[in-house]
């Protein structure tokens, strides 16, 4: 059944199915190509007549997700140089007064979209939320810092996005003072960036925010992200400014940068790298820039950025096993070599020799598993949540079945939005995954979007609450972290991203 609404920029058609109004490939900027590349998003042009938003729009120039995830989640490569669009789910268009939750995909800032399968917004919209997720600009076009061009672009499409919520998610039933922004992996590190801001630039565009296995410390020195782009400028033959980098279709660059990023992800070399980019084994993040980011996103909300902003932030109980356990790479992992690893990406090593001791019978990639989810994920998010006012905790601890790979990163986003048996999550969860798990999550998520309160007591660091996603229907808090090594301090040394 067809719908029409009236936005700012002229009419669109949806479709309404079970009583879900769904409107796909909205643009909320003008295409980032010709004069609009490597420029800050444009407003997007007026159209006459009605617009079909009965699809998903184009994606952005992407890489494909990292292993393992790439041969796990089917990321959409949809063509077109309308990309900088977005998605709406909603119960009531027309209506008035809904909370409003925008999603902000992972994909290490490289892959990923607003257009998989299991991020529809079906369930959230049946249950009385306005969901939009957004796609916004990756890898080189959105994060290599490149003199000649605004640093930052991709969080400057996010903040795009949320003005364009502001001013326009009243047609869609939603109210612009009740808006949730969420996101996971590269997501969660975008809004844990977003919260960092100075009120100004953030004021009016959120109220609450959740950061799913994402946390303030992927932030990249301009040194360091300035070491990427002369590298990346030189495999590619051209100039390392905007101009250079211009001169070739973004295809072109493509399959460099991705190489690269393995190269990264598979050596983090501080020495050849930089310390940051190093740690975070990402070539392409949000960057201290002096204008956008000005202060490191932890520090920042130490000093009281973000304040007013309720917050729920967690991590998985083994963020980082897939990344070992379901390429192979397991066998490869000595004790030498984890300590290797987290020294390079700036860790304490002595994570290795406390979860040797915790786990005495584990191998040492099963050691450093545990000793990167803490270090890269877990411990960090302790740090937000100690520096943070109003926060809440949660861990993710349902291990699948499937590839080894345990509680590992990405398993909670079907769950999350209700979407357990999306085919993007087959080969993470397997055949059967619990139904009760994806209800109380989802609803913890609807919960806190729409009253501030997902269904626990706060974090504090007294208390140190932190709900335990398990599968099996706790009702009531985990006082601790499952992790030993975890419980001992929240202020490690070392900061990274797995």
């Not at 990309?83 to 992972?106: E, F, K, Q, S, Y």
């Not at 001791?357 to 937000?384: K, Q």
Request: hydrophobic letters at 40%.
């Amino acid at each position: 059944m067809p719908k029409v609404v009236t936005i700012s920029h002229g009419k669109l058609r949806g479709t309404v199915t079970d009583g879900v109004a769904a409107f796909l490939g909205v643009p909320y900027a003008a295409p980032p190509f010709g004069p609009h590349r490597f420029r800050p998003p444009a407003p997007p042009q007026p159209w006459d007549g009605i617009r079909n938003a009965t699809h998903y729009g184009p994606t952005v120039p992407k890489s494909s997700y990292a292993a393992p995830l790439d041969r796990l989640m089917a990321d959409p490569t949809i063509p077109g140089e309308d990309c900088l669009n977005l998605n709406i789910w909603t119960p009531d268009a027309g209506g008035r007064g809904l909370p409003v939750m925008v999603w902000i995909h992972g994909g290490t800032f490289l892959g990923g979209s607003g257009a998989l399968d299991v991020y529809n917004g079906a369930a959230f919209a049946r249950d009385g939320v306005v969901l939009v997720t957004i796609n916004y600009r990756l890898g080189v076009e959105g994060f290599a810092d490149l003199p000649g061009a605004p640093p930052n672009r991709g969080l400057l499409d996010q903040l795009a996005a949320l003005r364009w919520v502001r001013d326009n998610i009243t047609v869609f039933g939603g109210d612009p003072d009740q808006v949730t922004v969420f996101g996971e992996s590269a997501g969660g590190v975008s809004v844990i960036s977003l919260l960092s801001l100075e009120r100004s630039r953030r004021h009016g565009l959120f109220r609450r925010a959740i950061a799913q296995s994402g946390f303030g410390n992927a932030v990249q020195d301009p040194d360091d992200a300035r070491l990427v782009t002369r590298e990346l400028a030189a495999r590619l033959g051209v100039a390392p400014t905007a101009d250079g980098f211009a001169r070739l279709s973004p295809a072109a660059i493509l399959p460099v940068q991705a190489s690269l990023a393995a190269e990264v992800a598979a050596r983090p070399d501080p020495d050849r790298w930089g310390a940051t980019t190093s740690a975070a084994s990402m070539p392409f993040m949000p960057v201290l820039d002096g204008r956008l980011l000005t202060r490191h996103p932890e520090q920042a909300i130490a000093d009281g950025a973000g304040a007013e902003v309720a917050l729920m932030v967690g991590y998985t109980s083994e963020e980082t096993r897939p990344s070992l356990f379901a390429t192979g790479r397991d066998s490869l992992i000595t004790f030498e070599v984890a300590s290797w690893v987290l020294t390079s990406m700036g860790l304490d090593p002595a994570l290795i020799q406390s979860h040797r001791a915790a786990m005495p019978d584990a191998s040492p990639a099963d050691v450093l598993a545990a000793a990167l989810t803490d270090g890269c994920f877990r411990l960090p998010a302790l740090r937000i949540a100690h520096a943070h006012p109003q926060v809440w905790m949660y861990e993710f601890a349902w291990r699948t079945p499937e590839l080894d790979m345990g509680a590992g990163h990405a398993l909670e986003l079907g769950f999350v939005f209700d979407n357990p048996r999306s085919p993007d999550m087959a080969a993470l969860v397997g055949a059967n995954p619990p139904q009760s798990l994806a209800t109380a999550m989802h609803d913890a998520w609807v919960d806190f979007a729409t009253h501030g309160d997902p269904g626990w007591p706060r974090f504090t660091p007294h208390s140190r609450t932190i709900k335990l996603f398990d599968g099996a229907d706790n009702p009531v808090a985990s006082s601790s972290p499952t992790s030993q090594a975890a419980a001992g301090t929240a202020r490690p040394s070392g900061t990274g991203i797995g």
